[in-house]
């Protein structure tokens, strides 16, 4: 089982300090299930690799265990390929770069440099795209080598280990924390017993990156090995680190309590999110703008899709901008993923050239907060001026609140909506606007379809607009 982490900061050496493992030095130590060796295959002032060997004893293993013996606890992959004991073993050779600390070169510890950790044979129950999707969103460029199960028959396909590679300008401790908790979540066979201690570990290393990772369920029921009511809390947990920044909107927050008890039960925000983001993937749009962006949530899922070339949000409110930059951890982020979204400040209603050559403007539960006047112009602004190929324009279905029993009769979803339109009224107004500006509408609904206790069909709780423009 081999992990080697290879660094072009220069000096390279810096690697010897921060792993505190001296790079002239091979060393080994005893573990559980066998023994682990470092040391460095090259140590020069422009490149610099350290490796982590584990000498995996699968005779030790089942050695003085009770039950009956079976082939496969003697004959089986676990001396290569790498698992949850590769993880084990970085927390106890590495584990003070995996804390964070170096006293030497303090300094060192919370600076992101260019590293690359490859594992040749890591079992991946996900294929590549699994892999891709938990380590693209956390700024890696993810390089996998899959192979045949056996070259003599091609017919069984490629084997669930594969070849790994992954790189990025990031602290050591943070490579170390995403392999720490990625590779068991990889490998998804626990091969040593989930304590309830288990939640804590994932939450101290999943700080700072696991709450707002877009596939957290997943790692966490996964690494908790889907024992369910363990999972169900650090989901719990991870959901309230991710709204921390929410605690401290008052009165400004956009998120109207109403609203937000209907959204909570149909967790809509997310399904509006996902069509919207799929709308655009299968149209092959690159360069995206979110008018009236609000706190970030859908910048967030367009960031952590590399597909994604350029995102921009604009919102008008500053303290919303302030918010998703909070969320998007705009500071903290690599340089390559920093350079793909952009945070402006503006309104709707104004020509404004900053939001003009993208392939598509997303209106996600914008227009219903601009009165009519307003609308007027906000409509002139995007689809005559800035007139991308493709607008997505999402927005309350008033005859879905009946299903809503928080929502007094004839009330809005949010205390600053001017309007909230029926189905024919939305269509009513993407009609107007195809004729005038040269686009053609096709409408949908987003979320479950309501239907009243008389059997009247009052359709999903968000219409959506897709407009193409024809010219
Ligand atoms: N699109 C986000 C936020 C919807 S709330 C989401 O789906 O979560 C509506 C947002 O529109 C608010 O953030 C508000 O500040 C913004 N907004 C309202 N009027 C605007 C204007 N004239 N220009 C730009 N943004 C505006």
Redesign the pocket.
Known sequence: MLLSITTTHAPATDLGYLLHKHPDRAQTYDLAFGRAHVFYPEAGESRCTACLVIDVDPVGLVRGKPGERTLDQYVNDRPYAASSMLAVAIARVFGTALSGICKPRPDLVTTPIPLEASIPALPCRGGPELLRRLFEPLGYTVSAVTRPLDTAFPSWGDSAVIGVSISGTVTLTDLLSHLYVLIPVLDNEKHYWVGDDEVAKLLRHGEGWLARHPERELIARRFLKYRRNLADECIRQLREQDGDAQADIDAES?VDPREEEGERKLSL?QQRHGVIVSVLEARGVRRVV?????EG??LRDLLSRPFFEKVLG????HR?LEIAADRLHLERLPPRQRERIELIHG???YRDRRIEGFDAAIL???IE??DEP?LEA?TEVVFRVAKPGLVIVTTPNREYNVMWESLTAGATRHKDHRFEWSRDEFRAWADTVCARFGYSCETSGIGDPGITPDGHAVGCPTQMGVFSRVT
């Open positions: 956009t925000h979110d008018l009236g962006c609000g949530h859908l604009m919102d008008v409110a919303s309104s709707l209603l996600c539960e914008v907060h601009l307003r906000a």
